[in-house]
């Protein structure tokens, strides 16, 4: 099961950190990503971290701006925006792949468990 919170609504050049707490599989054995969906758009991959670890970030207009990172201990991970953007209003998802996909990956089908969504509202 997945969680997310930390939403809300910010002005322009704010910052939000969003929370997806994750039950039932330890982040050590997921690829999780954060996913975003804007009004009358696809769902996109904003940020994924793998199994491994790694980092990577899919939206060129939010490179240098979020930060994804997992705390095992707590087993959630975190995505954290910065200099936000009007054009960053979405819901945002965390969702991750099955156990036996350790990799990330830029395709939001990829990801086959999903949050609730939180909304992230950034007023000019």
């Known amino acids: 099961q997945l969680v997310e919170s930390g939403g809300g609504l910010v002005q322009t050049g704010g910052s939000l950190r969003l929370s997806c707490a994750v039950s039932?599989?330890?982040?050590?054995?997921?690829?999780i990503a954060w996913l975003r969906q804007a009004p009358g758009k696809e769902r996109e991959v904003v940020s994924c971290i793998s199994r491994s670890k790694d980092k990577f970030n899919y939206v060129d207009i939010v490179q240098g701006r979020i930060t994804i990172s997992g705390d095992s201990a707590n087993n959630t991970v975190y995505l954290q925006m910065n200099s936000l953007k009007p054009e960053d209003t979405a819901v945002y998802y965390c969702g991750t792949r099955p156990r036996s996909f350790y990799l990330c990956s830029e395709y939001s089908s990829a990801f086959t468990s999903w949050g609730q969504g939180t909304q992230v509202t950034v007023s000019s």
């Open positions: 039932g599989l330890s982040l050590e054995y997921l690829a």
